[in-house]
């Protein structure tokens, strides 16, 4: 299993936290998603086999920006 770390803008409420916890877990390979609303910082535990992109991708498709963190 793997681990990444990201941070999401322009969350403001709980309708968003959940909208972008859908897209998360919707991605193949995805284990499980924390978000913190407060900070916009995201955890998810993935396969390992999923590129990192596909993440940001998610984000991004339900109207949110969103980049890795190392």
Known sequence: MSA????????HCGNCKTKVERALKAVPGTYAVD?????????VDFDGKTATD?????????GYSAEVLA
């Not at 990444?4 to 969350?11: A, D, N, P, Q």
């Not at 596909?54 to 339900?62: E, L, M, T």
């Open 35 to 43: 978000v913190d609303l407060q900070s916009g910082d995201i955890a």
């Open 4 to 11: 990444l770390r990201l941070k999401v803008s322009g969350m």
């Open 54 to 62: 596909k993440f940001v991708d998610a984000i991004r498709s339900v």
